[in-house]
């Protein structure tokens, strides 16, 4: 985006997109909404979608042509919410697609943790989040829940290329600090410190100039139960009941993991955070490929949700995480790409990933077993649930309104141009319906297909202007 | 391309190209090549790789120079061997990224059988051939093993495209007479008609204006052993051993059709096919996720190969296939995106989902299950053995002389510019070594990445220009 745009609406006056919308306001369900007219109020909220067949259509249409406040796509581009990624490691920008082939270990002490240590430094951290959150945005990425590093320093920079670049994010200042399991160059001080510096950075980023209507909101993140002593997590869970702040960390993601809180805490990561205050409707907890019957019960029941990470589970978590049966107990879930442990930005590529992972969970993988040893049957999810992952899915989990295309949500939304020069997108008119146009989106858009980007009604991203 | 580029070198002249080249001449060995000259004949092949401490570097460059005949690739930008697929069914192109969702049955039977019966249409042929190719080009794939249909005139209106527009290409009209397992309104009419059009089909392919030099060859294709009445499947091996053409076909890759195989012929897909003369050298079976032991070791003996498709096989064969194992016991193999059972054009794609269908084999996928019973150990690949299955392995499998960037080899090749418009591809140039740079281009490299494609010496695609 060039630097003369606004995050938002310059005139503060409705406008007006005449659009074909694709949503998944459920996960099973896929809305087409053709030729609608979208309403959005000066303040970046959908006011109206108004049908083709309504007696408004001509009226509201003419009234925001003559006001010159009406957009129309053109032939072959097409309304999507945008995309929430609920699971991303800024400071891990650098190292995406790098240090995948080396062992968890490795990648953690001698590549991930030296990395994130350098976050102290204003000028590198601008160097690395500048980018990180242009780039997303390209990638059509409207909101996204970070975790940040333990640098108020750093942080900061974060939600202020965030705010500046009008991205909906969701900044957390990592707290670490059980010796055991943290590097010395790169661990809190004590507990205390860990949690006052978590509460200075929530309020911070209320005062942060611009962020008056909470376009960034601060995220009370432990890192995950073994880098943090128990005073620690009571601490933050103190403070999460407390302010009521979104809360986010790792839970069960692989069988290290689940079997060390398990010995530690003599119970599940689930319960154990629930214990520690820290299981909330404003939680999110990545990847949670372990959770039990009676963990996916109390999520549930408390509202928390999981973020989803299809493709860093193949990296590192062992497993599949069985969404579609999460889901059927109603446990809340989003999509995360989980930089730099997923190698993609795209969550595109995530809702591709988590189909495939579906599937590979329902089939099984290894032919030397007999088929009705192998698969886990009725695990499968399709393209229309990995797309509700994707949007409402994300909005719902971290309790926003977006991720729909609906009188009442924000306009976060992004217009997907299957005729862009490098789409891999190939529609052919004569026999694809609107839901085969959808299907092939989600199977091949990549970010040369998002043409625009708009977060709270302003056009954040416009391709080819970057 | 445009129309007026010619696919073989206009001047006839050696040329040379001044680049870092990446490269994979063995299944788990990175070839870094910095800053080499490769020298290009006349004809298109690769006459020397000039190492930049070589004495002759800077005489041969500045002589080419001199001639006008040198080109230095910029910064970000590096050359690698053009990608070869080794399974794609040209036909479902129009269907690519829909119809995922739908049961088996349903696909062949109200998707591909009736797509693929409207190929007899010269004009419908060609309207779905010329973009097939050029966007084959335009993601990098300079050689592609194609199934035609059952059709004389499109399958010749597709090896004339790639005659037209320079891809390298292997073109198999199939044959399918069973009338247990095929429509009425998509089969041969009888073995013996099959035969004689498929050695019609060889002769013309040789003789197309344009093919003196080979780029486009004939492959012998049975659709798979289900489809295919005995007397069809000795009529094509007879013609196979007589001949020396390629031979193409489906092999045991789901659980169904290696039962079916198993009923109906007393043996394994692979046995049977070596009974009926069409395991050869130059045979490419596809899929084979549930090779035995014994398959894979007559495999290895005859010197046939598997294409490995590993996004198909998500969706379609109940299974990962075992590559790591495979090549251990020195079976040859290459890369499919299986278009339309795969839905990326993208070999690129192909590398990631290769690597990932080898973590969830090796991991195993079912976090209900004790880690012990759970995965398949040493079954992981990496990106560089993928690159391998993209270039070089395929090019083995061809029995062709290209893949690697070395004298001797056909210049098929590509090149990444890391700095596209819409790249994915982050370089942090203090942080990033060679290696590192390639395994980020292997991780998120799309089309908007690949900004030339050469075949045989001649430029075919050119980003921005298609």
Same mark, same amino acid.
């Given at each position: 985006m060039n630097s003369t745009a606004s995050p938002v609406s310059a005139t503060g006056l409705p406008w007006a997109m005449q659009c074909t919308a694709f949503d998944a306001p459920q996960a099973d369900t896929l809305r087409v909404q053709s030729e609608v007219l979208v309403v959005v109020s000066g303040q970046g909220r959908i006011e109206a979608v108004i049908a083709r067949d309504d007696p408004r259509w001509e009226t509201e249409r003419a009234r925001h042509a003559a006001a010159g406040q009406l957009r129309a796509l053109p032939a072959g581009s097409y309304l999507l919410p945008g995309l929430v990624d609920v699971h991303v490691h800024a400071p891990q920008w650098p190292q995406m697609g790098k240090a995948l082939d080396v062992p968890l270990e490795d990648w953690l002490q001698q590549n991930t943790f030296p990395l994130e240590a350098r976050y102290g430094d204003a000028a590198f951290a601008e160097s690395v989040y500048r980018p990180l959150v242009q780039q997303l945005l390209a990638n059509g990425t409207t909101t996204a829940m970070y975790f940040g590093t333990l640098h108020e320093v750093g942080n900061r920079v974060l939600a202020e290329q965030c705010l500046r670049q009008g991205q909906r994010a969701l900044v957390g200042r990592v707290a670490m600090d059980e010796p055991g399991q943290c590097p010395a160059f790169y661990r809190d001080a004590s507990a205390r410190q860990a949690v006052a510096e978590t509460e200075a950075f929530i309020d911070a980023v209320a005062q942060l100039p611009g962020n008056s209507g909470g376009l960034v909101l601060p995220v009370i993140t432990p890192r995950f139960i073994p880098s943090c002593t128990d005073e620690l997590l009571a601490g933050l869970g103190a403070l999460a009941q407390r302010t009521g702040a979104h809360v986010q960390t790792h839970c069960s993601e692989s069988d290290w993991a689940h079997q060390h809180v398990l010995e530690r805490t003599g119970t599940t990561d689930a319960h154990a955070l629930h214990r520690f205050g820290l299981l909330t409707r404003r939680t999110v907890v990545a990847h949670a490929n372990f959770l039990t019957h009676a963990d996916v019960a109390l999520m549930a029941e408390v509202g928390a949700s999981v973020a989803h990470c299809p493709l860093s589970n193949f990296y590192f978590a062992n497993s599949v995480f069985p969404a579609r049966s999460g889901h059927a107990q109603q446990m809340g879930m989003g999509m995360g790409s989980d930089i730099s442990g997923g190698y993609s930005p795209s969550m595109f590529d995530a809702c591709r990933h988590a189909i495939t992972a579906s599937y590979a969970l329902d089939e099984?993988?290894?032919?030397?077993? $007999?088929s009705a040893q192998r698969g886990r049957h009725n695990a499968r999810i399709d393209h229309v649930f990995a797309l509700w992952l994707a949007t409402a899915a994300g909005g719902k989990a971290l309790d926003? $309104?977006?991720?729909?295309?609906?009188?009442?949500?924000?306009?976060d939304a992004i217009v997907v141009d299957c005729h862009a020069p490098d789409s891999n997108v190939c529609i052919w008119p004569d026999s694809d319906s609107p839901a085969d146009v959808l299907q092939k989106i989600i199977y091949n858009a990549t970010r040369a297909n998002v043409s625009q980007t708009w977060v709270q009604g302003a056009l954040v991203h416009c391709r080819g202007t970057a």
């Open positions: 099984g993988v290894d032919p030397d077993l $007999p926003l $309104p977006i991720g729909r295309i609906e009188a009442g949500q924000h306009f």
